[in-house]
């Protein structure tokens, strides 16, 4: 990797009831990556998102609301920048080239199209089909060296990296004709940032369930829009067994609702699960449910607060996403500009950006 420079990239998709499991597992990562010493460019990735149909007035509002939830999060659109995936050109060209680097089996073998698609496959837009390998040019437009990513996304990092991996090997001779080092390879081979204690946030009610924005009880997850009282009775209605916390985290292991009670704490706090069980190992869930309304109240209160506040000024909103595309095309079309020369396009007018 000492060839490329830092550089961290994530999306999020505009889909609407932003939840305790998108905070925990994304945004709040993105805040913490901001002390990284590297660019971090967060995306809202609006063009992966119309894989399944969405109302077109309503999408509008759902990629403000996914803006407003990062800034009201505390990700700083100075220091990183905040943009949407469909007002930078270089996602969808790159993508068609990279559709021609990857192969069917790859993609035939992706777990997440059979889960989405369902038994009705035939019907499922080709977008969906294709969908990891916008995500790969996502990724490699900015030559991103580190994505977070959770267990859902796993598959397709690797995607990605198979990807720049081939289109490194297959164009090796033209990245060195056009002044590139061949042997580091024109595209890095992107690593994963692994989640940290919440990384895959389960359902309220069934702890063997993700949470999920779909599930038909408004009472099975957190959303980041609830005021503080909905956020108090949810945590308290949440399922649980019968049996105290255990003062181990190896007593977990059969214990789904109350390992994911303990990693949302954990998540919440910053700590890890074995800190949280050695203060309430022992209590009863009446009482650890008492601290942990506290906390998640605490947390997440200030941010459904401002993100009400944001979402009704949506030209603020929209200036951040206008600046944020402004900066990200800075980087994304050199990039663009090059993997053309490397696979023989003749580009109109001079060259007027070079990538280093």
Request: aromatic share 8%; net charge negative; proline share 5%.
């Amino acid at each position: 990797m000492t060839a490329f420079t830092e550089l961290v990239f994530s999306g999020v998709q505009p889909t609407g009831n932003l939840h305790l499991g998108n905070y925990l597992g994304a945004i709040k990562r993105f805040v913490e990556m901001q002390e990284r010493e590297a660019q971090c460019l967060y995306c809202v990735v609006d063009m992966h998102a119309i894989t399944l149909w969405q109302d077109p007035a309503a999408l509008k509002g759902q990629i403000r609301e996914v803006t407003a939830a990062f800034l009201a999060a505390g990700i700083d659109p100075k220091r990183s920048i905040v943009f949407n995936q469909s007002q930078v050109p270089a996602h969808a060209e790159l993508a068609w080239i990279f559709n021609c680097v990857a192969r069917l089996g790859w993609l035939n073998r992706m777990t997440q199209f059979k889960d989405k698609a369902g038994k009705d496959r035939e019907n499922a837009s080709v977008g969906l089909y294709a969908y990891p390998v916008l995500m790969a040019a996502d990724i490699l437009a900015y030559r991103a060296t580190h994505v977070p990513v959770g267990e859902d996304q796993k598959q397709h990092l690797e995607l990605t990296r198979d990807i720049a991996q081939k289109f490194n090997n297959d164009f090796s001779e033209s990245i060195s004709a056009h002044g590139h080092d061949a042997g580091a390879g024109f595209f890095p081979i992107t690593e994963p940032l692994i989640g940290g204690p919440a990384a895959r946030v389960m359902s309220l009610r069934d702890g063997t369930k993700k949470m999920s924005k779909s599930d038909p009880s408004d009472n099975s997850r957190i959303n980041l829009t609830d005021e503080a009282d909905t956020i108090a009775n949810k945590v308290r209605k949440a399922k649980t067994d019968p049996e105290p916390l255990p003062s181990e985290t190896a007593g977990l292991a059969a214990r789904p609702e109350a390992d994911n009670l303990v990693g949302i704490f954990a998540a919440l706090k910053g700590v890890a699960r074995d800190e949280v069980l050695a203060d309430y190992g022992g209590a009863q869930f009446s009482a650890f449910k008492g601290a942990l309304v506290e906390l998640a109240v605490e947390t997440l209160a200030p941010i459904a607060s401002e993100m009400k506040r944001l979402v009704a000024d949506t030209d603020y909103i929209d200036s951040v996403l206008a600046d944020g595309s402004e900066r990200a095309e800075a980087i994304a079309a050199p990039t663009l500009d090059a993997v053309k020369d490397i696979v023989g396009f003749v580009r109109r007018g001079p060259r007027l950006r070079t990538v280093r």
